[in-house]
């Protein structure tokens, strides 16, 4: 009995059980209901209760038996979890037509049900921060035992062949021991993302500063959705573009200048990925330039002050918390990216300042360490949890940073 | 006392020209945004509008004794074994196991062509077919026994080694089951948590901490959801590597944000009147959200999930965690088993040398494309179609 065979027994079991206690049930009420006798609650409430009641020992039961089979306590077999379950099922059906009776206040009961089932659902997104936080910790921790972390932060040198070799059982034969200094591959991720956001802050901004200032509303209707659709195209596409498209152009362009480039370049991907990015800033700059109070542009109007000198000196000054705020989420987005650089950007960790040498990313060597045949415990698997475990560091820094700003930026004009 | 008010014309000027510019500087922005857009979808489109034509071969297969034996070359004359595709000779044994009648018969059929034919009749360049073929491929296809067709296979077939029977078949399926889990574990979860948080939960710190969590968790890379995947999912309790189970859940959490913060918008646009009618005349706080509220919030509901679904459809990088890149030619059979999904299939091809991929990595980025304008498209109209101003 595979794991499939346990899902599909629970659900042909469970869900049949559950139509036959709210049928049942509330079919019981109804006619009491019609009869004229009393019934606490509407009828369709007992038929919940009688569902929960038949539902929570099946679910118990089954989170019962998973438990001990995770903490290695005992190992039942699908078969005897799958039965146990639907015997509680059962025994819990029949428990509830007895127990159900009209005095209840079944909708008090149900209620507070539905309220602990929503609880657990928000616990789940919760629990998946936790999960992530733990996830890359506990691995990291393990990294680090082996690697110091002063070494991980300072070191310029990225050798991790020789890890491959442990991790493939072979540890003696290398020799050499492996190198895992980050900072080639941070310096790397730092001037794609700089390429980025050089294209994007100003397309973006001004892109924004147009269209809530000067366009004309067919004209923003026409060209807001329009900048969406950067967004909404997947990552691997642009992935795809940038490695074929635009590396060859990059190369041919630096050519013409007599420079040399190679194939796996810094700027292609940098530029793909600033064009990804616009939307972000550019949307949500507009709705930062869109709130500023229509008065403080007026007042500057009536001084006699010009359009563009009103929305350099009056509205972006104001709107400047926003529009910061959403370039550090522009920036956490560009250094989190994945699949533009894994597709376009080089996988050989190199310190260099020239965009036209290829340079590999912290998400490139995540995917690159974890993609191959390595075992779990290798170094190398290990290493993508740390480079992991900085990516989470560094993006949450950055969201906590803008989201306090733009907190400032509402208090400031009272927008709620 | 009189004061003069100066003017001085050249300053004057100076200003204007500035606000001249400023204005330009936007249209320049915007006008790049567009021409980038444009050359995208002119580029993409380009290069992979000729992977949906395919060459195709007209041969007389020879189902003798020999080839159900295993000797497949033997089903096709000998000129043709260099034009006819090498996958699909090596497909006539097992059919021939399953219809053991057809032995000791002829058949006349189409059949995909070898892929530097492929490429060489298309006229692309570096298609690596050698001279004296090339010759012969001229011949046959001034006879109209080597022709020109839409590509059906592309659409049915599954991934393969040789590019001119590779196909998006099994990845398409894989997306499908991928996005069916997604859809069935972050749909409901993510919907009940917004309604909690908007409808019933007091606002005290617990609330708030789930809020902020929320909103973190919106603008965590995607690819740390597929180190979540595979030190929980895979490594902790057990779900097979690369399996559609594996990714789907992954795609869920990360959807799940994505859905609670559109339907907590949703929500919020349903007038307060509303509620405080119904519970006037004596709904109870489940009731008020079940029969009121949720049927009025359902279009933007809707229109969040779908959006937060697409995104999942696109998505590569934690699938690339989880396993879900690795050559898998087969549509899974269970959520189990492993399988692909189209972004990992693209993936895949593009990292490929040959250069018939690079087309066929193309004509996937349009399959891609399709759906997901086909989703949003699906979104707006939804949303369009059922907005109401209260």
């Known amino acids: 009995m595979s794991i499939g065979d346990v899902f599909l027994w629970l659900l042909g079991g469970l869900l049949p059980l559950a139509c036959i206690a709210f049928f049942f049930t509330r079919n019981r009420m109804q006619h009491r209901e019609v009869a004229g006798l009393g019934v606490f609650s509407r009828p369709g409430y007992y038929g919940w209760l009688s569902v929960i009641y038949m539902a929570a020992p099946a679910v118990a039961v089954a989170m019962l038996f998973s438990m001990l089979h995770m903490l290695h306590l005992y190992d039942a077999p699908f078969s005897m979890l799958t039965a146990a379950s639907l015997a509680a099922a059962a025994l819990g059906l029949v428990a509830s037509l007895r127990l159900i009776n009209p005095d209840n206040n079944a909708r008090l009961l149900v209620e507070k049900w539905a309220r602990g089932l929503m609880i657990v659902a928000a616990g789940i997104s919760v629990l998946t921060t936790i999960g992530i936080l733990l996830s890359v910790l506990f691995e990291s921790i393990r990294f680090f035992n082996s690697v110091p972390l002063w070494e991980f932060i300072t070191g310029t040198k990225w050798e991790a062949d020789t890890a491959f070799l442990a991790g493939a059982g072979r540890g003696d034969e290398g020799g050499a021991k492996p190198h895992f200094g980050a900072v080639p591959i941070f310096a790397g991720t730092f001037m794609i993302t700089g390429i980025a956001m050089l294209v994007a802050i100003p397309v973006g901004l001004f892109s924004a500063i147009y269209l809530s200032e000067y366009a004309k509303p067919r004209v923003r209707a026409a060209v807001k959705p329009m900048l969406e659709v950067l967004a909404g195209i997947p990552t691997v596409v642009y992935g795809f573009f940038a490695a074929i498209t635009i590396s060859p152009l990059v190369v041919k362009g630096a050519e013409m200048f007599g420079l040399e480039a190679d194939y796996t370049n810094a700027l292609a991907p940098g530029l793909v990925m600033g064009v990804m990015i616009i939307p972000f800033i550019s949307s949500l700059s507009e709705d930062v330039i869109h709130a500023v109070p229509q008065a403080m542009r007026d007042g500057s109007l009536a001084m006699g002050v010009g359009k563009a000198e009103t929305i350099r000196h009056v509205v972006l000054p104001a709107a400047m918390p926003g529009i910061i705020a959403a370039t550090l989420l522009a920036v956490s987005r560009a250094i989190g990216e994945t699949m533009i650089v894994v597709m376009a950007a080089g996988l050989r960790p190199n310190l260099t300042a020239n965009p036209l040498e290829g340079v590999t990313t912290v998400t490139v060597k995540i995917v690159e360490s974890l993609t191959g045949d390595q075992q779990f415990d290798s170094l190398l698997t290990l290493s993508a949890f740390a480079l992991g475990l900085v990516l989470l560091f560094i993006t949450l820094v950055l969201n906590i940073i803008s989201a306090l700003v733009v907190y400032r930026f509402k208090k400031q004009y009272a927008l709620t | ?390």
């Open chain 2, 1 to 390: 006392m009189k004061t003069t008010f100066v003017i001085d014309p050249k300053r004057l000027k100076r200003r204007y020209r500035a606000e001249k510019r400023f204005h330009a500087y936007g249209i320049i922005a915007v006008a790049l945004a567009t021409a980038f857009i444009a050359f995208f979808f002119y580029d993409v489109l380009s290069k992979g509008i000729p992977a949906f034509k395919t060459v195709e071969v007209q041969v007389v297969a020879d189902y003798s004794q020999a080839v159900a034996d295993g000797n497949y070359r033997l089903a096709v004359p000998k000129d043709m074994r260099h034009m006819a595709s090498r996958g699909w000779m090596r497909t006539i044994p097992m059919q021939l196991v399953d219809h053991p009648e057809l032995i000791g018969t002829q058949e006349t059929l189409w059949v995909p062509a070898e892929f530097r034919v492929n490429q060489y009749i298309k006229g692309n360049e570096g298609h690596g077919l050698k001279g004296k073929y090339q010759t012969i491929a001229d011949e046959l296809y001034k006879q109209d026994i080597i022709r020109i067709a839409f590509n059906w296979g592309f659409f049915t077939r599954g991934d393969s080694k040789l590019p001119e029977i590779a196909g998006v078949g099994a990845s398409l399926v894989g997306s499908l089951v991928v996005m069916f889990i997604t859809m069935i574990l972050a749909v409901p979860i993510g919907v009940v948590t917004a309604v909690y948080l908007e409808e019933f939960a007091a606002d005290n710190w617990v609330t708030r901490t789930i809020e902020i969590n929320i909103n973190n968790l919106a603008a965590i890379p995607s690819i740390l959801f597929g180190l979540l995947g595979l030190a929980i999912f895979i490594n902790f309790f057990g779900v097979p590597r690369s399996s559609a189970l594996a990714g789907g859940m992954t795609l869920a959490l990360m959807t799940l944000p994505i859905i609670i913060i559109s339907t907590r918008a949703a929500l919020r646009s349903v007038p307060n009147s509303i509620r405080e009618g119904a519970f006037g005349v004596g709904a109870s706080g489940l009731q008020v959200v079940w029969h009121h509220v949720l049927p009025l919030a359902l279009p933007g509901i809707l229109t969040g999930s779908i959006i937060g679904l697409a995104q999942a459809l696109g998505e590569t990088a934690p699938l690339l965690i989880v396993g879900m890149m690795a050559f898998i030619p087969e549509a899974p059979t269970s959520i189990f088993q492993a399988s692909t999904v189209l972004p990992a299939q693209i993936y895949t091809w593009s990292s490929d040398s040959i250069r018939a991929f690079g087309e066929l990595t193309a004509a996937g980025v349009i399959v891609l494309l399709s759906i997901m304008l086909l989703l949003n498209g699906l979104a707006i109209w939804l949303r369009h179609r059922t907005s109401q101003v209260w």
